[in-house]
């Protein structure tokens, strides 16, 4: 089998709690086996995936085949959900006995914030695919190769994102009481609006770094974020002030993460402790299409209830599915729950 990048490997070490990891290396032992009696990889994941899942793909032993099998093996096996027909009261309850909740958040607690989302139908990415058709993947706004060359495309964007009179959503105040309670052990968002700060959260890891501070592609000088807003406002590619001294021109760029950057290092500090203290995981407004974020659902131990908030369904499997927008959903587990804001 070809080896996966050490990059995947040390994230999935670093994130998956202990009794999934126990998982991984039984199935992974099973495979073994079943590979030394010359079962092809097709076979192997049929074999090991029983009735939960069907592979397309030839019964052969070429080298693709033995990658999806590799990183099928580097994936916890899907769960059968702890509950059957749960719903809101569940939730509720849920919530209510929990001590060390994780939250793990995305644009779509935002949303009635003001902030657009991303792959929703009036999201960043179909206003940037209308916008500049030249584009071959809206997302090339967010790589940091791209940036580098045409930064002005992001600038031309910015300002949708940036947070700049934006108050708190329901959601986000629901949080924020949780954390009151003592109840939230951390809260990963994949937001760059800071307006979990808003809120007044503090146990919170930006996935993606925010929009709080600005960092000089050349000389590295870091600013506040402050800094910069008015170029954002006005849509216009702000400059390195100290390179500016010195006689060269140099891009400012938000710490926020683009595509083809490390996660905070903030990230990977903390996500191992927590995936083995939390007793329950909330995913509220993602669609859990970014790496190495959406393998937190399969991270947490096997016992945790895992629940989904969202206003559409996602491909993983969660023990609780809420399908609906997020405030419309928190408001009614408070009314349940007895609270107020």
């Given at each position: 089998?070809?080896?996966?990048?050490?990059?995947?490997?040390?994230?999935?070490?670093?994130?998956?709690?202990?009794?999934?990891?126990?998982?991984?290396?039984?199935?992974?032992?099973?495979?073994?086996?079943?590979?030394?009696?010359?079962?092809?990889?097709?076979?192997?994941?049929?074999?090991?995936?029983?009735?939960?899942?069907?592979?397309?793909?030839?019964?052969?032993?070429?080298?693709?085949?033995?990658?999806?099998?590799?990183?099928?093996?580097?994936?916890?096996?899907?769960?059968?959900?702890?509950?059957?027909?749960?719903?809101?009261?569940?939730?509720?309850?849920?919530?209510?006995?929990?001590?060390?909740?994780?939250?793990?958040?995305?644009?779509?607690?935002?949303?009635?914030?003001?902030?657009?989302?991303?792959?929703?139908?009036g999201g960043l990415y179909r206003m940037l695919k209308e916008k500049y058709p030249m584009l071959t993947n809206p997302e090339q706004v967010f790589s940091i190769d791209f940036f580098d060359v045409h930064p002005e495309l992001f600038y031309e964007v910015a300002k949708e994102l940036y947070p700049a009179g934006l108050r708190p959503s329901l959601t986000h105040r629901f949080f924020a009481l949780l954390e009151k309670k003592n109840k939230l052990l951390r809260m990963y968002t994949q937001n760059v609006d800071t307006l979990e700060e808003k809120a007044g959260i503090e146990n919170i890891i930006y996935c993606h770094g925010s929009f709080a501070t600005a960092s000089c592609r050349t000389c590295g000088v870091q600013v506040e974020g402050a800094k910069i807003e008015r170029k954002i406002l006005a849509q216009k590619v702000p400059h390195c002030k100290r390179c500016k001294a010195f006689g060269k021109v140099s891009v400012m760029k938000p710490d926020i993460t683009f595509f083809g950057e490390s996660l905070p290092a903030e990230f990977f500090d903390y996500i191992s402790g927590d995936m083995e203290r939390l007793d329950l995981l909330l995913v509220v407004g993602t669609s859990l299409k970014v790496n190495p974020v959406n393998l937190i659902p399969d991270s947490v131990p096997l016992n945790v209830p895992r629940v989904l908030i969202n206003c559409d369904k996602v491909e993983k499997t969660f023990d609780i599915d809420i399908i609906c927008r997020c405030d419309d959903a928190i408001r009614q587990l408070m009314e349940m729950m007895g609270e107020e804001l």
């Open positions: 089998m070809n080896e996966m990048s050490d990059y995947d490997d040390d994230i999935r070490r670093i994130m998956f709690s202990r009794d999934v990891w126990t998982t991984i290396k039984k199935q992974t032992a099973m495979a073994a086996q079943m590979a030394m009696a010359g079962k092809c990889p097709m076979e192997i994941m049929e074999k090991l995936a029983g009735e939960k899942a069907r592979f397309t793909g030839d019964m052969d032993y070429s080298r693709m085949a033995w990658r999806a099998l590799q990183e099928y093996l580097y994936m916890p096996p899907p769960r059968t959900p702890l509950f059957n027909g749960a719903g809101l009261p569940e939730v509720a309850q849920l919530i209510m006995r929990s001590k060390r909740i994780v939250v793990v958040a995305g644009a779509g607690i935002s949303v009635s914030c003001g902030v657009p989302d991303f792959r929703g139908i």
